[in-house]
């Protein structure tokens, strides 16, 4: 059985950092893209960042988020600094096995059941 665990979310203050891990176990997925999405109440599953040998982020975290992955533990991270009240969501950690797309929700094949994260102002 396949499964996405993320682990990592919580409160924090604005301009103050978090780490989201997600754990991947049933099969390897060093070979797949792996991705970060996430959604705020109210909208709709954004993507946040992927990563398969480069990395790839939505133009509302680049310079801010950091995507990494080790393939020897099937985990990907995703470290999270100077945080804003708006990246307040609920975050996914997601694996497109066939490797046919980054930002497309739809065509990631595997998904985590969601971690909290809430910045305060």
């Known amino acids: 059985q396949v499964q996405l665990v993320e682990s990592g979310g919580g409160l924090v203050q604005a301009g103050g950092s978090l780490r989201l891990s997600c754990a991947a176990s049933?099969?390897?997925?060093?070979?797949?893209?792996m991705g970060w999405f996430r959604q705020a109440p109210g909208k709709e599953r954004e993507f946040v960042a992927a990563i398969r040998r480069s990395t790839w982020y939505a133009d509302s975290v680049k310079g801010r988020f950091t995507i990494s992955r080790d393939n020897a533990k099937n985990t990907v991270d995703l470290q999270m600094n100077s945080l804003k009240p708006e990246d307040t969501a609920v975050y996914y950690c997601?694996?497109?096995?066939?490797?046919?797309?980054?930002?497309?929700?739809?065509?990631?094949?595997?998904w985590g059941q969601g971690t909290q994260v809430t910045v305060s102002s």
């Open positions: 997601a694996a497109d096995s066939n490797g046919d797309t980054i930002t497309t929700s739809s065509l990631y094949d595997y």
């Open positions: 049933g099969r390897t997925f060093s070979k797949s893209v």
